[in-house]
């Protein structure tokens, strides 16, 4: 199989001729986020959540990956996306209201978001932090162009 070090983030009408009958690798220069919480929290994204959010920083063209975290008795705002998510429970215990459903989760649990619900997220603990790993498909829909988010600015 071949491989190419990626040029380009996206196709255009003129690239067609690049569609290959068998895969092709389009290696990126980078492959590594280290330290990702040690690069700290996306301030603008995490001041909208309410919470700490650290964006792993890979050039991925489908998913995203982000670390979030609750602080003790932290409620999230209520808030709706195109994408989905599962959520992965890294630490901590807490609770995810979606839609018209509460789901209670603790670490080891996975929770999925589906498209366009409303949701939010809340500690159930008033001394421990809770953390997770959020996996969305974000970028694709964001390449697609039909990527949005609903932001209410209170919690459910």
Known sequence: METQVAKQEKFQSADF????????????????????????????????RKHPVFFVDLPTAAISVTIG?????????????????????????????????????KAGDAIYIPVWAWHNHGNLSDTQPARYIA??????????????????????
């Not at 569609?19 to 590594?32: H, I, Q, S, W």
């Not at 986020?33 to 994204?45: D, I, L, P, S, Y």
């Not at 969305?136 to 459910?156: K, W, Y």
Request: hydrophobic share 30%.
């Open 17 to 48: 001729h690049q569609t290959y009958a068998r895969p092709v690798c389009r290696m990126p220069e980078k492959l590594l986020h280290a330290n990702v919480e040690g690069a700290g929290t996306h301030q603008g994204f995490s001041a909208e």
């Open 69 to 105: 975290g609750l602080l003790p008795g932290q409620v999230t705002n209520k808030h709706r996306h195109t994408y989905e998510t599962v959520i992965y429970v890294i630490e901590g215990a807490g609770y995810t209201n979606i839609e018209d459903r509460r789901v209670e989760w």
């Open 135 to 156: 996996c969305e498909n974000a970028p694709m829909l964001q390449n697609l162009g039909v990527a949005l988010r609903e932001e209410t600015g209170r919690d459910l």
